[in-house]
């Protein structure tokens, strides 16, 4: 069965940067497009970013451009999320999610167009 892991979440101070490692345990076939997500305590889910099968095509929260960076090693089954000039707003948890390889059109930044789910990774920011 398809499964994805989350790794690279931990404690950061205000400023900082992660690099968050999301894997998946099949084949590059088996899904299609990667989003990362973050839920705040009290908070709904939200979408972070998206990228296409290829690599070629990315969406950004509005609010996070020119921050976070997603980015994908279809090589490697692994989809990552870099995250710089962190800010306290961004702690939360951090989960990726697939779609279905056949599925290429969808709103991006909403969980349930989601096949598959990782765990999850917390990630805390704070002084």
């Known amino acids: 069965q398809l499964q994805f892991v989350e790794s690279g979440g931990g404690l950061v101070q205000p400023g900082g940067s992660l690099r968050l490692s999301c894997k998946a345990s099949?084949?590059?076939?088996?899904?299609?497009?990667v989003g990362w997500f973050r839920q705040a305590p009290g908070k709904e889910r939200e979408g972070v970013a998206c990228?296409?099968?290829?690599?070629?095509?990315?969406n950004y929260a509005d609010s996070l451009k020119g921050r976070f960076t997603i980015s994908r090693d279809n090589a490697k089954n692994t989809v990552y999320l870099q995250m710089n000039s962190l800010e306290p707003e961004d702690t939360g948890v951090y989960y990726c999610?697939?779609?279905?390889?056949?599925?290429?059109?969808?709103?991006?930044?909403?969980?349930?167009?989601?096949?598959?789910w990782g765990q999850g990774t917390q990630v805390t920011v704070s002084s």
């Open positions: 990228i296409s099968t290829s690599g070629r095509s990315t």
């Open positions: 099949g084949s590059t076939d088996d899904y299609g497009a």
């Open positions: 999610a697939a779609v279905r390889p056949e599925k290429l059109m969808f709103p991006w930044s909403v969980p349930d167009e989601y096949d598959y």
